[in-house]
């Protein structure tokens, strides 16, 4: 069955970088565009990015534009988020989850960025 | 401040319909027919109900039902039960992106 699994959340402090990653399985990745969507603790869904099949089309929100990169490697069945110069704002539960048309059918658990000093 | 707007909150009793809506612009609900809903229970990651306003994934009850008119969507829930008690966000495609509601909590009383 589908299975997508977020790591590599944590506490990291302002102005400071983190990476997130999610491993899929029990499909081809390769065939269908990703998304990174997050939620803040108490708040509702936040979109953040997202890249297409072959990677070659990447969007982001305006919130994250130029601090943080969505990337994937097919080979691997994995898609990651770099991000950079972390705000306070930034704290959230980020999900990865499969796009297919313009809705998203599979969600992973989340993993818990906390941007604290 | 979320692009799509939901009320805070909804509540019926069981067996009752209630419905929730999601305005939007013609930017994005009143331009496109890619407007998705999402449940989602506390600790849970959220579950696709409708896609494509009034389409419903395999193994979704058909107590769940979507629409939409001019810039404002709809989910109408009917014959509430308790397990329904959740929130409800709405989510429309919106210039490469997607945009979400501020969510909706339903409670069942």
């Known amino acids: 069955q589908v299975q997508l699994v977020e790591s590599g959340g944590g506490v990291v402090q302002p102005g400071r970088s983190l990476s997130l990653s999610c491993a899929a399985s029990g499909f081809t990745l390769s065939s269908y565009p990703m998304n990174w969507v997050r939620q803040a603790p108490g708040k509702g869904l936040e979109w953040v990015a997202l890249?297409?099949?072959?990677?070659?089309?990447?969007y982001y929100a305006d919130s994250v534009k130029g601090r943080f990169t969505i990337s994937r490697d097919n080979s691997k069945n994995t898609l990651s988020l770099q991000m950079h110069s972390l705000r306070a704002e930034d704290t959230a539960v980020y999900y990865c989850?499969?796009?297919?048309?313009?809705?998203?059918?599979?969600w992973g658990q989340g993993t818990l960025v906390t941007v604290s000093s | 401040q979320s692009a799509l707007t939901q009320p805070a909150s909804v509540s019926g009793s069981p067996g009752q319909s209630i419905t929730i809506s999601c305005t939007g612009t013609s930017s994005d609900i009143g331009g496109y027919n890619y407007v998705s809903w999402y449940q989602q229970h506390p600790g849970k990651a959220p579950k696709l109900i409708i896609y494509?306003?009034?389409h419903r994934p395999s193994g979704v009850s058909n107590r769940f039902s979507g629409s939409k008119s001019g810039n404002t969507a709809s989910l109408t829930i009917s014959g509430l039960q308790a397990e329904d008690e959740a929130d409800y966000y709405c989510s429309s495609y919106r210039s490469n992106t997607t945009q979400f509601g501020g969510g909706t909590k339903l409670t069942v009383l």
């Open positions: 890249i297409s099949y072959d990677g070659n089309t990447k």
């Open positions: 494509d306003v009034s």
């Open positions: 989850a499969r796009g297919h048309g313009y809705y998203l059918v599979y």
